[in-house]
Nanobody, 121 residues
């Protein structure tokens, strides 16, 4: 089974930046992406990217976050700029076996353990 390991979370001030990484081991996957979950809220789509570099973003992060991937390393990245306190959440890496870039968590097959991102005001 595919395993996903995230890294790069931390504490930053509003307006700062962080870069998250997620490496997939095991079988090759197609789409990789990121969801986040803040305390007391449902898990929310952030961004996803296909093997062919088609990407999709939530409106709340569009223009501030950039998703990218290295297919040779089976790794996805999330560059987060201009961070806001409302970006504070646990960020989860996700992956899907087959073609498709979706915004619903149920469409994905594998999940990482999550990495905490905290943005102070």
């Amino acid at each position: 089974q595919v395993q996903l390991v995230e890294s790069g979370g931390g504490l930053v001030q509003a307006g700062g930046s962080l870069r998250l990484s997620c490496a997939a081991s095991g079988y090759s996957v197609d789409t990789m992406g990121w969801f986040r979950q803040a305390p007391g809220k449902e898990r929310e789509f952030v961004a996803a990217i296909s093997w062919s570099d088609r990407s999709r973003y939530s409106d709340s992060v569009k223009g501030r976050f950039t998703i990218s991937r290295d297919n040779a390393k089976n790794t996805v990245y999330l560059q987060m700029n201009s961070l806001k306190p409302e970006d504070t959440a646990v960020y989860y890496c996700t992956a899907r076996d087959t073609i498709g870039v979706f915004t619903q968590s149920r469409e994905y097959d594998y999940w990482g353990q999550g990495t905490q991102v905290t943005v102070s005001s």
